[in-house]
């Protein structure tokens, strides 16, 4: 399949048009780099040996997207990344967010719809279950968010169904859990700008001395050490997870919504200590307040994309640690943007 990847220079994008040009796909990307560079595809290219495009273009602006389907029809399908994801920055810039995250799909919807393009899988995120409270969680739990940019996920979901239904397309909704890890080449990985929100990426920099301690946000949640507890899942895993959910999506329509996790929960202890481990580091930690905003505990119950993907991760949480520190010790400025 030829397929066209938006927001492919990202840090999920880069890893799965790796995986889709291992497959046998063409992988053509459209970025408009805002929140990446164009290294992760050059570096994707020489790991493959195979072209991995980039489209320098914003998925808001039809022309953009027009002129990706013009120059390599026909695609056949497309896998939809592009988006701002800082939780934090959604709630300070909700406008930016609701903007940027539905008006891409709006436009990708419409130059589709024109070039008679009929397949999507879509990143959706766990946030939209809320704060449900029983796990794991399920695909079919009632969802709700506390967040703009959870808010933007799940109208897109419903936007993207609503639009399965009506224009005749085949529709995955894919929910990740927590994408951690990295290429085992060390070549590509997570690129944050400015100190990271999240756990793994604070952690390899804590590790590499740029950041000089872990801070724990809280060592009081019901969960066995006190920290909390989420459903960290290799970034490779859940790259396989989208070209299985590709070549089911590319003959069933509809819409199917799956679970991308490893179905496992581990704390914040638990990396901490698996990290040290597995690269032979000691990661120095204080015990700070709870982060607002933030649940106990989240994880999936992955058993629908076993039987309907035949997916399911393979990788370990020693996988997670040591190949996201492979890629930080490699790439001390990440791609150097
Ligand atoms: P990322 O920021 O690395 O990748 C997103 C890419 O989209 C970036 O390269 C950015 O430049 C691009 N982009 C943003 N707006 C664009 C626009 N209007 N036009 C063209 N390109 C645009 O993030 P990621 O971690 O690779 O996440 C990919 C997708 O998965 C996002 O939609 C994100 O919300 C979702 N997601 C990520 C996580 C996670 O933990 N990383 C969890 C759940 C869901
Ligand atoms: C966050 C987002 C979620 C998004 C996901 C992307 C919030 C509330 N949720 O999830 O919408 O899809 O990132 O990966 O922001 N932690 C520390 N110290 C740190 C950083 C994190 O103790 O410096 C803890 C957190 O309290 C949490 C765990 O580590 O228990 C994971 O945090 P993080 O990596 O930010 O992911 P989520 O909060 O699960």
Redesign the pocket.
């Known amino acids: 399949m030829r397929v066209l990847l938006t927001g492919g220079a990202g840090f999920i994008g880069s890893h799965t048009a790796l995986k889709l040009l291992e497959a046998g796909h063409e992988a053509i990307s459209l970025d408009n780099l805002s929140n990446s560079s164009a290294e992760s595809l050059k570096r994707v290219s020489q790991i493959t040996g195979r072209p991995a495009p980039l489209c320098v273009g914003d998925c808001t602006v039809e022309a953009d997207v027009e002129r990706v389907f013009r120059e390599y029809a026909p695609i056949d399908a497309v896998i939809h990344f592009a988006g701002l ?1 800082a ?2 920055e959604s709630v300070s810039k909700p406008l930016d967010y609701y903007q940027n995250n539905l008006d891409s799909t709006f436009t990708l919807l419409r130059v589709m719809q024109k070039y008679d393009c009929r397949t999507v899988v879509f990143s959706s ?3 939209v279950y809320g704060t449900n409270q029983e796990m794991p969680l399920r695909e079919d739990f009632p969802t709700g968010c506390t ?1 703009p ?2 808010w933007t996920k799940w109208m897109n979901e419903r936007v993207l169904t609503d639009c399965a239904k009506a224009m005749g397309l085949n529709v995955v909704l894919l929910r ?1 859990f ?2 951690i890890g990295a290429h085992e080449s060390g070549m590509i990985g997570e690129d944050p700008s400015g100190i990271p ?4 990426p ?1 952690i390899c920099q804590v590790a590499s001395g740029k950041l000089e301690r ?5 060592n009081d949640y019901p969960t066995p050490d006190g ?2 507890v ?1 459903d960290y899942i290799h970034v490779c895993d859940l790259a396989e997870g989208h070209l299985a959910a590709l070549e089911y999506a590319a003959d069933h329509p509809g819409t199917e919504i799956v679970n991308l996790g490893t179905g496992i929960g581990y704390s ?1 202890l638990d990396i901490v200590h698996t990290f040290e481990k597995a690269n032979g580091l000691t990661l120095p930690y204080t015990i700070a307040p709870r ?1 607002p ?2 649940i106990a505990v ?1 994880y999936a119950d992955p058993s629908k994309a076993e039987k309907l993907l035949g997916w399911h991760a393979r990788r370990s949480l020693e996988d997670m640690c040591r190949d996201s520190w492979n890629w930080q010790k490699n790439n001390p400025d990440g791609y150097g943007k």
Not at 197 to 200: G, P, S
């Open positions: 994801k939780v934090g995120s766990a946030t967040n940019y959870g990740y927590n994408p929100n999240n756990l793994m604070f872990l801070n724990v946000f809280g920290t909390g989420r914040v982060r905003g933030d989240c």
